[in-house]
């Protein structure tokens, strides 16, 4: 299963709020999970089923979507939001991520 | 809490085999959960491995399958990865994690370790 993020990369001041899309190239329900990983780290979980917070991550990140459109909500963007976002569908295998968003300060 | 990591050698010849392991603590390997690999690189970005779970089944990417073995030592609590044949196109960031199930997502990730094939 194919995945595609767009935009590819997305420049934003402080406390803008973006959003974030990634389509599956097929139905995969609500099997989406959304990750953050900043450079040299381990992409930190942020949601899993589309739209439900991993433990601790914070309300500002939201999910939506299912089938074959999802989307990423940030609000309230802040210095330590900025890193590159990934989709990654867990439907059916082999599981895939998408190309991943870059998200920098404007 | 659940931490993963990974070791192994950063340094593998090309037509070789790399080995890695992924030591886990706060979970163990006979709780239902699926143990996986993923990693990445600037060229190929974020990409699944496979997965083996407490049962020692396992689910590979076709795109490495027939070069990819996961196992698991439930005495050790740890999983290892092997993948044979290596080419400088195996130069990546290996990450090992936990894949929960019904729905769950990869919850926990190890730091990831730089695996170079070079000769």
């Known amino acids: 299963i194919q995945m595609t993020q767009s935009p590819s990369s997305l420049s934003a001041s402080v406390g803008d709020r973006v959003t974030i899309t990634c389509r599956a190239s097929?139905?995969?329900?609500?099997?989406l999970a959304w990750f953050q990983q900043k450079p040299g780290k381990a992409p930190r979980p942020l949601i899993y089923?589309?739209?439900i917070l991993q433990s601790g991550v914070p309300s500002k990140f939201s999910g939506s979507g299912s089938g074959t459109e999802f989307s990423l909500t940030i609000s309230s963007l802040q210095p330590e939001d900025f890193a590159t976002y990934y989709c990654q569908q867990y439907n059916d295998y082999p599981y895939s991520f998408g190309q991943g968003t870059k998200l920098e300060i404007k | 809490q659940v931490h993963l990591q990974e070791s192994g050698p950063g340094l593998v010849k090309p037509s070789g085999t790399l080995s890695l392991t992924c030591g886990v603590s706060?979970?163990?390997?006979?709780?239902?959960?699926?143990w996986s690999w993923v990693r990445q690189s600037p060229e190929k970005g974020l990409e699944w491995i496979g997965e083996?779970?407490?049962?020692?089944?396992?689910n590979y990417n076709p795109s490495l399958k027939s070069r990819v073995t996961i196992s698991a030592d439930k005495s050790k609590n740890q999983f290892s990865l092997k993948v044979t044949f290596v080419t400088a196109a195996d130069t990546a960031m290996y990450f090992c994690?936990?894949?929960?199930?019904?729905?769950?997502?990869?919850?926990?990730w190890g730091q990831g370790i730089l695996v170079t094939v070079s000769s």
């Open positions: 083996i779970n407490e049962s020692g089944t396992t």
């Open positions: 089923a589309a739209s």
């Open positions: 706060g979970d163990s390997m006979s709780s239902g959960n699926w």
């Open positions: 994690a936990r894949m929960r199930p019904t729905g769950l997502g990869l919850d926990y």
């Open positions: 097929q139905d995969i329900d609500n099997y």
